[in-house]
């Protein structure tokens, strides 16, 4: 357990520096930006007399601290980050933005969590099938060949042309929104039926792109269990295809499979972000999108906090909980 | 004589690798696509004149046509073809400088890190992990939303920020396992010093390693450039493959039938992201040992 508890304080080490950089870029990036852009952004915002905005500008540094010094700022800035305070937003002035990012967060959770799950399984079964069929069955070498083209064309991209064929060209699905506006959010059949209608379309776009890499790993790892003594022994046995497939091959490849998911979880909250932005889906990412064309920079800066830390929070908690799942993982030494 | 011996010995191992990679089928029809989309833009963007990309230059929305405009014009009234080149172009800059600037500094970190060992090892590892938890896009868009102007070397100097940390972790992994070699012994004892050993003894085994990841990165920015674009961030004045994308998207271009205003970039980004895979792969293959081996 000593390299166990060595690896542990390496990684809480490997958390705290990038969250403590991520926090100080954040922190700095816009007070040492030329100008003023909680001016610039609250001029556009507020149409009226000069004084009135001086006020506002006024009123709103005290309120997050800004007419302090540098340093005072930063001590200011991280205890109120542990208060869970993120700052107030301009486009909804005076909302506090951790309440916007908290109503945009189940909605990029709930599709990526999805999408991920769905893809993995489809991808490890079709792939464990393509494996176990071997290089010589002809229709399963394409289906490699799109998997390899599936894997290389990034999940942007797809959204795309996705929108464009089932949107405009068939339009079966809704080109925006995450549901049919006027309708109430609630948990009633209704509108549960009506937001998988409206995710449909982008939640594929980033299934189709996980799609290939699943399969060809999947594929990969079968053709190689394929090759060891206890699956030899299985057909020596006269046991069914099938259940040598199943029962044996698939449960020694899936192992691998299992960590290629869990390390895929850390994506869950900001993984699909341009997704979101081409259909206008009311996560997180399209949140950023919005608040960029309004230049509300607190919302800005706090959605993209909010995103790395759960991001390097994710990846800390699989890091330092796959070893004690599987213990064949060495603690981080190559 | 001695070092005349040793360029020889180099040059001949450079020639060496460039046999075996264009004696790979995948690399070399990747190579060919690349290079074909280079020398078509490079001719293009210099036989287009500069104003085909003004604003209000002419028409809009004109569909592909025989008469002067092979991919049709934007509702901005500028000429596709010419956007399309010179996008192409702003895009292998920006994908090429992060790459390189990013496996330069990754390399010199991680042989850093690995060749000195001890104290200074354990600081670079977790400041490399560090990096590579990040978020990198996400970084990114907050501060390419702050600062305003981008333009394409600002979005490649930024893309470098995050493109090092990979290969510096897998340089140190490299010199980990190559200092302990004989050869390497044999150099010490010789009396060259540290930099002398790094540079003419170990560089040699690493090129062809540098040179998979540097196409691996080149794939990266590119993909990283076009995210931002999409995300508004982008080199707002200028034209990449991301820009036209957004500009597309911003004038709903999906949605209003102007299907070769956003197809254009898309199926370009495609092309270059599938000939920049080929090339890697092929590499892959050259490359790694094992695989070799088991393709006999």
């Known amino acids: 357990m000593v390299s166990y508890r060595k690896y542990l304080v390496e990684r809480t080490l490997t958390f705290i520096i990038s969250m403590f950089f991520s926090i100080t870029i954040v922190f700095l990036v816009p007070r040492l930006a030329p100008g003023d852009p909680i001016k610039t952004a609250l001029e556009q915002v507020i149409v009226g007399g000069g004084s009135e905005i001086e006020k506002t500008v006024e009123e709103y540094k005290r309120m997050l601290g800004l007419d302090k010094d540098l340093a005072t700022q930063y001590i200011f800035y991280i205890k109120e980050l542990f208060r869970g305070n993120l700052g107030y937003s301009i486009m909804y002035f005076p909302t506090p933005v951790i309440d916007i990012i908290m109503r945009a967060i189940p909605w990029s959770i709930g599709l990526l969590t999805t999408t991920t799950i769905l893809s993995w399984i489809i991808g490890t079964f079709i792939g464990a099938i393509a494996g176990w069929r071997g290089e010589g069955s002809r229709f399963f070498n394409i289906l490699a060949f799109i998997a390899l083209g599936l894997y290389v064309i990034p999940y942007y991209i797809f959204a795309v042309i996705l929108a464009y064929l089932f949107g405009y060209i068939i339009r079966i699905f809704p080109l925006s929104g995450g549901y049919t506006p006027g309708l109430m959010p609630s948990l009633n059949l209704e509108f549960i039926l009506d937001v998988i209608w409206h995710s449909t379309l982008p939640a594929l776009s980033i299934i189709l792109s996980s799609l290939g890499w699943w399969f060809l790993s999947m594929r990969s790892m079968i053709i190689n269990v394929k090759g060891e003594d206890f699956i030899l022994m299985a057909e020596a046995k006269g046991l069914r295809k099938n259940r040598i497939l199943w029962k044996y091959a698939f449960r020694n490849a899936i192992l691998p499979q299992v960590t290629g998911l869990a390390l895929s979880l850390r994506n869950v909250v900001g993984g699909a972000l341009l997704t979101e932005v081409i259909f206008a889906y009311p996560g997180v990412g399209y949140l950023i999108f919005t608040a960029i064309t309004n230049m509300d920079y607190p919302l800005i800066q706090g959605a993209v906090l909010f995103l790395i830390f759960t991001t390097c929070f994710l990846n800390f908690a699989i890091d330092i909980l796959y070893p004690l799942v599987d213990p064949r993982i060495r603690y981080g030494e190559e | ?296």
Do not use: C
């Open chain 2, 1 to 296: 004589m001695l070092s005349y011996n040793r360029l020889e010995r180099r040059a001949s191992t450079l020639r060496r690798l460039f046999t075996m990679l264009f004696s790979n089928r995948i690399f070399t029809l990747g190579f060919t696509l690349f290079m074909t989309i280079i020398i078509i833009s490079l001719i293009g963007n210099h036989l287009f004149p500069q104003e085909f990309i003004r604003v209000g230059n002419f028409l809009p929305n004109q569909p592909p046509n025989l008469e002067g405009h092979l991919l049709g014009t934007d509702s901005l009234g500028r000429d596709i073809t010419a956007q399309l080149f010179m996008a192409v172009l702003n895009s292998l800059q920006i994908g090429l400088i992060a790459a390189a600037v990013g496996t330069a500094l990754g390399t010199i970190v991680g042989f850093m890190s690995g060749y000195k060992g001890g104290i200074v090892d354990s600081i670079l590892r977790i400041v490399i992990d560090a990096f590579l938890s990040i978020p990198s896009l996400i970084f990114l868009v907050l501060i390419a939303s702050v600062v305003k102007t981008v333009d394409v070397w600002s979005v490649a100097m930024l893309l470098s920020m995050f493109s090092w940390a990979n290969p510096a972790r897998q340089a140190r992994a490299q010199m980990l396992s190559l200092k302990e070699r004989d050869f390497v012994y044999m150099a010490r004892l010789s009396g060259m010093n540290s930099w002398e050993i790094v540079i003419k003894e170990i560089m040699p085994h690493i090129f062809a390693w540098m040179t998979a990841n540097f196409t691996n990165a080149v794939l990266w920015a590119i993909l990283t450039e076009s995210g931002l674009s999409i995300m508004g961030v982008g080199p707002q004045g200028e034209i990449t493959l991301g820009m036209m994308i957004y500009w597309a998207l911003k004038y709903v271009a999906l949605f209003r039938g102007l299907w070769w205003w956003w197809m254009t970039p898309v199926f370009t980004l495609i092309y270059l992201f599938i000939s920049l895979y080929l090339m890697h792969l092929g590499m892959d293959e050259v490359f790694n040992p094992r695989l070799r081996d088991k393709r006999g």
